[in-house]
């Protein structure tokens, strides 16, 4: 939730330092309660998550969100058991995964 929070806030921050339109933000997140709180308009949560809900509105809206699957999910290499070589033959680290550079359908 908090790295969401913080996602909001640097998009927000970004497009108003640079010069450079941007016409729309996309946000990934691995964390199926926070795309549940995002996409959620009950306003009955808990202080501290409905503060942290009204910043994400403020800064985004629900359709901004994506999840992110763990089997696609750069952050979960680790905890996979991968080899070095294994990681530096996939080379999306540099490159970042395939789902980013993919066409969305909406």
Known sequence: MLAAVLA??????TKGEIDIPIHDSVFR?????????IRSNDQRFHTFVAN????????????????VNTEVNLADDTSRGLTIDSL???????RGPDFVWEQESR
């Open 29 to 37: 997140t691995d964390s199926t309660c926070a795309m549940n709180y």
């Open 52 to 67: 942290r809900v009204a910043i994400i509105h403020d800064g985004s809206s629900s359709s901004q969100w994506r999840y």
């Open 88 to 94: 530096i033959k996939k080379n999306h680290w540099i």
């Open 8 to 13: 909001s806030r640097q998009d927000k921050i």
